[in-house]
């Protein structure tokens, strides 16, 4: 058994030794104010460890179904042949070994905000003070005819890291020589601005290297995306007449998909794939939404600075889950709503004044896997509502050997600061 199996403590040992199979009873360190935290990935650990950083005194039980936690940052490269899935690999043993976070394998089922209790999938019951959600996203299975989670098992999305990905790469290495892959592109919001993009590059280079006679296609559900003349000016620069970028505002809007013979019709034109990527329209993952936490839109409308719902009392949403204005959602923005979360909640703990955050994004992308470009944003509360005040991108004749340097740092710095993987 290695030290981070050892350490999770699967859902009934974990609730045995807390005294709470079953039943809501106190914590046995009683006095303690309880916090529950449910999903380990980027933003839950990092409110798990910074709670435990903020204060000592308060018990933090950090709940996720999955184990092992598999990072999206990084699994591009694992599509374009980069880097194995096992370099996703998160490592949370330093968060119970160090910081004393109560790990638990187990499913959330449901939430009882007037009990603070949360029902696990084999009904035992853990009682909070305090409660933070960082669920992740779902799909929105209904949003593309023709593309639901069965079509999905031959049309991946990849949008999830894990098996997902491994598809996704052996369709990529069975491709035919002068084939064409296709991703087709959401509409905003969703996980990650930038990721089919920086995806798309990678692809492009696999491609260029192993299928130069082969095509690469975006079909987009915007008509502007993130990082857009950085990117195409990589395109041009990298990958010339292997990839190409068409907004629906040019083929109309996607409106099926056939998972048999791998074509996407959109209003005005029909596309065969040879390889076929379909990144779905997205919302908040289904515990938030079942918990009523979710508005009509999909996501969950938080206070800007502590992220306490406005739909529950006691109960913070943090991360890709929730609606945090014009914050992206990607891992370092949870993160950085995590930290804010975790001051928040702290402090409201120990009847202190909530601070007000500064709160920031910084996302790089690879284009080739030896050049990055990155955006950088600084959000603050202005009239009640997160601002975007500062930010700035990669320059155009900006040196992007340097910033795939940078990028390659920020990822370790992230995980290790989420997952405490370095203590
Ligand atoms: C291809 C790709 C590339 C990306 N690259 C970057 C990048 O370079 N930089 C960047 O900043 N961001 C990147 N992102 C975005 C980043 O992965 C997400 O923004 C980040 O993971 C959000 O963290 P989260 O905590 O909100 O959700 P997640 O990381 O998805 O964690 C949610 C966790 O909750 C658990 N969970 C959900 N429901 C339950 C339940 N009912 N019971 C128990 N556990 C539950 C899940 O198992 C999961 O572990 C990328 C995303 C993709 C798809």
């Known amino acids: 058994m290695n030290a981070s199996r050892r350490d999770f403590l699967k859902g009934g040992a974990a609730l045995a030794a807390w005294g709470l199979t079953g039943c809501a009873t106190r914590s046995r360190r009683s006095g303690l104010a309880k916090v529950v935290v449910v999903g380990a990935g980027y933003g839950g650990a990092t409110a798990a460890r910074y709670l435990r950083l903020l204060d000592a005194n308060i018990h933090v039980t950090l709940i996720d179904a999955a184990e092992p936690y598999l990072s ?21 043993s330093g968060l119970s070994r160090n910081w004393d976070v109560q790990r638990v394998r187990a499913t959330v089922k449901a939430i009882d905000p007037d009990r603070r209790q949360v ?25 593309i005819a023709g593309y639901d989670e069965a079509a999905s098992q031959t049309v991946p999305h990849a949008w999830k890291a894990g098996p997902q990905t491994e598809l996704l790469y052996r369709q990529l290495q069975a491709m035919p020589a002068n084939g064409t892959l296709i991703i087709c592109a ?48 990589a395109w041009r ?18 409106e099926r998909v056939d998972a048999q013979s791998l074509t996407v019709h959109t209003e005005f034109e029909l596309f065969k794939a040879d390889v076929l990527n379909v990144i779905p329209p997205q919302q ?18 938080v206070h800007p600075g502590s992220f306490a719902s406005t739909l529950a009392p006691d109960i913070h949403v943090i991360g ?17 709503q995590a930290k804010a979360c ?66 390659q740092n920020w990822r370790r710095a992230v995980r290790s600061d989420a997952f405490a993987e370095n203590s």
């Open 72 to 92: 999206c940052p990084g699994s591009n490269d694992v599509i374009a042949g980069l880097q194995p899935l096992a370099a996703l690999q998160c490592n949370h």
């Open 284 to 301: 908040a993952g289904a515990l938030a939404r079942q918990a009523g936490l979710a508005d009509a839109a999909g996501w969950c409308p």
């Open 320 to 336: 890709d889950a929730c609606n945090a204005g014009p914050m992206p959602k990607s891992a370092f923005a949870a993160g950085s």
């Open 342 to 407: 975790a001051l928040a909640v702290a402090a409201s703990l120990q009847d202190r004044p909530i601070p007000a955050p500064a709160l920031i994004n910084t996302c790089y992308s690879f284009v080739t896997p030896q050049a990055a470009i990155s955006v950088a944003g600084v959000y603050k509360i202005e009239r009640g509502q997160l601002s975007n005040v500062a930010g700035g991108e990669t320059p155009l004749t900006g040196d992007w050997q340097e910033e795939a340097r940078y990028a």
């Open 119 to 143: 029902r696990l999938h084999n009904d035992a019951v853990l009682a909070y003070d305090r409660l933070i959600l960082s669920p992740g996203i779902d799909f929105r299975w209904d949003a």
């Open 237 to 254: 620069r990298y990958y010339p007449g292997l990839l190409e970028w068409l907004p629906y505002t040019r083929t109309g809007r996607l």
């Open 186 to 233: 959401p509409p905003n919001p969703y996980r990650c601005p930038p990721g089919p993009y920086e995806r798309a590059s990678l692809i492009a280079h696999y491609l260029q290297q192993r299928k130069p006679r082969a095509k690469l296609l975006i079909l987009d559900g915007k008509s502007q995306f993130s990082k857009q003349a950085l990117f195409q000016e």
